[in-house]
């Protein structure tokens, strides 16, 4: 199993710039979801996902879209990207919610700057 | 999910063992001990949980307190690629949102 997989690992925008940050698990987790991490702030719930067509937000929703139209797939969508969107992009997943099944394993992440 | 306390920093010498310590005073009868590390500009890399009873895999040991109020995760043999931030994380099991929280962490310097 390759795991979480995300790309890119580096991307450079400029304000008002759209892009499309992926991740991919090969394991056939039904739980997916991004974090953000900011130096001082730890690790941050962006959005998440308890399978297919079923999303819901974190704890720092704004400025980010998700969809989930299949299991292995939940790309994190920047519409307008803005500087407070710095960043690096941690995306997770797990076999379930389920106890005993939900421990997490993180991508390599999204090293993203927007100037 | 309950709160936990860690020292900021901690030095291993190579080869020996890592102890590393984590207090949880409040927590509660259904949340889990679980244990991940940061090392340097990667991914959190899960290494272990537990609820009561002591746990072991290949990459470390568990130790929890029969209290549960307290915790230590044990790096038998510290190497050098054992350098990283250490997160201790109290959650319920099966929670609504998979939300982790991580803290501060400790971070762990192995030295030759």
């Known amino acids: 199993n390759a795991g979480v997989t995300q790309t890119p690992k580096f991307q450079v925008l400029k304000t008002g710039q759209s892009m499309t940050l992926q991740c991919a698990q090969d394991?056939?987790?039904?739980?997916m979801s991004w974090y953000r991490q900011d130096p001082g702030m730890g690790l941050r719930l962006i959005h998440y996902?308890?399978?297919?067509?079923?999303?819901d937000q974190g704890e720092v929703p704004n400025g980010y879209n998700v969809s989930r139209s299949t299991t292995e797939d939940f790309p994190l969508r920047l519409l307008s990207a803005a500087p407070s969107q710095t960043s690096v992009y941690f995306c997770?997943?797990?076999?379930?919610?389920?106890?005993?099944?939900?421990?997490?394993?993180f991508g390599p992440g999204t090293r993203l700057t927007v100037l | 999910d309950a709160k936990t306390t860690q020292p900021p920093s901690m030095d291993c010498a190579e080869g020996r063992a890592a102890n590393l310590p984590c207090n949880h005073s409040?927590?509660?009868?259904?949340?889990?001990v679980y244990w991940y590390r940061q090392i340097h500009s990667q991914g959190p890399q899960y290494i272990i949980h537990?609820?009561?009873n002591n746990e072991t895999n290949e990459m470390a040991s568990l130790i929890i307190t029969e209290d549960r109020k307290s915790s230590t995760l044990i790096l038998p043999h510290a190497t050098l690629r054992d350098t990283a931030v250490y997160y201790c994380?109290?959650?319920?099991?099966?929670?609504?949102?998979?939300?982790?929280?991580f803290g501060q962490g400790t971070t762990l310097q192995v030295k030759p």
């Open positions: 997770a997943s797990s076999l379930s919610l389920a106890g005993g099944q939900d421990t997490q394993y």
């Open positions: 394991m056939n987790h039904e739980y």
């Open positions: 996902s308890v399978g297919a067509g079923i999303t």
């Open positions: 409040t927590i509660s009868g259904n949340e889990y």
């Open positions: 537990g609820l009561k």
């Open positions: 994380i109290v959650r319920v099991a099966g929670s609504n949102t998979g939300k982790l929280i």
